[in-house]
């Protein structure tokens, strides 16, 4: 009996909030989507990690926790609310106010006179709060599923960007020939075809700040871009870096070409 639950955790593990029990079928191959910050010089969409920021906060943030995030994360270089005003993302004000937002107990080690947890509201150096206070509590309101981090998510998957994307925009109505256990949704992307989580983006549910249409497929875009980014916020200084090394070699081959003609031109063979 031990082995058995053992087994079913490690399957749950292996998938995007669900697991692949009672269903039949081929998984189908990521979809092929351009991402703006593809390639050597590509660089992140920065209205589209803000927007995503807003998917994962009005949509993800129920079910999915963000551990490695702090608040602060978001004022960084790079990041959906970076603003040149405020080089130190804690005293962002933007940064402020969304972690100003949360009340809660941040710390068990902070306690009053009567030694209860001090309840206080979040600060920039706060970790994003998570959805559950354990394991137990996030499986029991999941069907048994336990919604995955979503700190690497993009960089834990194989296919990174475009499985999440086709995961998103891959809910289909279940074949004839399949046997879905219940409480499970299928999705051709996720390995077996069913997966447990509810299809979490439908058209109309979030209304952008910008005035962007929310389509399914460009929230799907958007959010995905926002884990992109958080799991690596310095893409863009490494490829900037990367640029600048290969700029400087290219010089320092001339250099050492001319430096080699130089030395050589008197030279009578």
Same mark, same amino acid.
């Given at each position: 009996?031990?082995?058995?639950?053992?087994?079913?955790?490690?399957?749950?593990?292996?998938?995007?909030?669900?697991?692949?029990?009672?269903?039949?079928?081929?998984?189908?191959?990521?979809?092929?989507?351009?991402?703006?910050?593809?390639?050597?010089?590509?660089? *992140?969409?920065?209205?589209?990690?803000?927007?995503? @920021?807003?998917? /994962?906060?009005?949509?993800?943030?129920?079910?999915? $926790?963000?551990?490695?995030?702090?608040?602060?994360?978001?004022?960084?270089?790079?990041?959906?609310?970076?603003?040149?005003?405020?080089?130190?993302?804690?005293?962002?004000?933007?940064?402020?106010?969304?972690?100003? $937002?949360?009340?809660?107990?941040?710390?068990?080690?902070?306690?009053?006179?009567?030694?209860?947890?001090?309840?206080?509201?979040?600060?920039?150096?706060?970790?994003?709060? =998570?959805?559950?206070?354990?394991?137990?509590?996030?499986?029991?309101?999941?069907?048994?599923? /336990?919604?995955? %981090?979503?700190?690497?998510?993009?960089?834990?998957?194989?296919?990174?960007?475009?499985?999440?994307?086709?995961?998103?925009?891959? /809910?289909?109505?279940?074949?004839? %020939?399949?046997?879905?256990?219940?409480?499970? /949704? @299928?999705?051709? *992307?996720?390995?077996?075809?069913?997966?447990?989580?509810?299809?979490?983006?439908?058209?109309?549910?979030?209304?952008?700040?910008?005035?962007?249409?929310? $389509?399914?497929?460009?929230? =799907?875009?958007?959010?995905?871009?926002? !884990?992109?980014?958080?799991?690596?916020?310095?893409?863009?200084?490494?490829?900037?870096?990367?640029?600048?090394?290969?700029?400087?070699?290219?010089?320092?081959?001339?250099?050492? @070409? !001319?430096? @080699?003609?130089?030395?050589?031109?008197?030279?009578?063979?």
């Amino acid at each position: 009996m031990k082995m058995t639950r053992i087994f079913a955790a490690a399957i749950a593990a292996l998938g995007f909030a669900g697991t692949a029990l009672g269903a039949e079928g081929e998984q189908y191959p990521p979809k092929e989507h351009h991402w703006h910050h593809d390639g050597p010089f590509g660089t *992140y969409d920065r209205q589209s990690v803000q927007r995503g @920021y807003q998917i /994962y906060q009005e949509v993800c943030a129920s079910c999915h $926790s963000m551990d490695l995030m702090r608040f602060r994360n978001l004022a960084q270089r790079g990041g959906p609310f970076e603003e040149e005003a405020f080089p130190n993302p804690n005293d962002n004000p933007v940064v402020m106010q969304i972690a100003g $937002s949360y009340t809660r107990v941040w710390d068990q080690d902070e306690v009053n006179d009567d030694g209860d947890p001090v309840e206080r509201a979040g600060l920039p150096s706060d970790a994003f709060p =998570a959805p559950f206070a354990n394991a137990q509590m996030a499986r029991a309101s999941n069907g048994g599923a /336990y919604p995955p %981090d979503l700190s690497l998510i993009v960089k834990a998957r194989s296919h990174g960007e475009n499985y999440i994307y086709s995961l998103l925009t891959g /809910y289909y109505d279940e074949p004839e %020939d399949s046997h879905l256990a219940p409480g499970m /949704y @299928y999705n051709p *992307y996720f390995a077996g075809g069913a997966i447990a989580m509810a299809p979490p983006l439908a058209e109309g549910i979030i209304e952008y700040a910008d005035g962007t249409e929310a $389509s399914v497929e460009q929230m =799907a875009e958007d959010v995905t871009t926002f !884990l992109s980014w958080a799991g690596d916020p310095h893409m863009e200084t490494r490829k900037q870096m990367g640029v600048m090394v290969l700029l400087y070699l290219l010089i320092f081959a001339i250099l050492v @070409y !001319l430096a @080699y003609r130089q030395v050589w031109a008197n030279v009578k063979h």
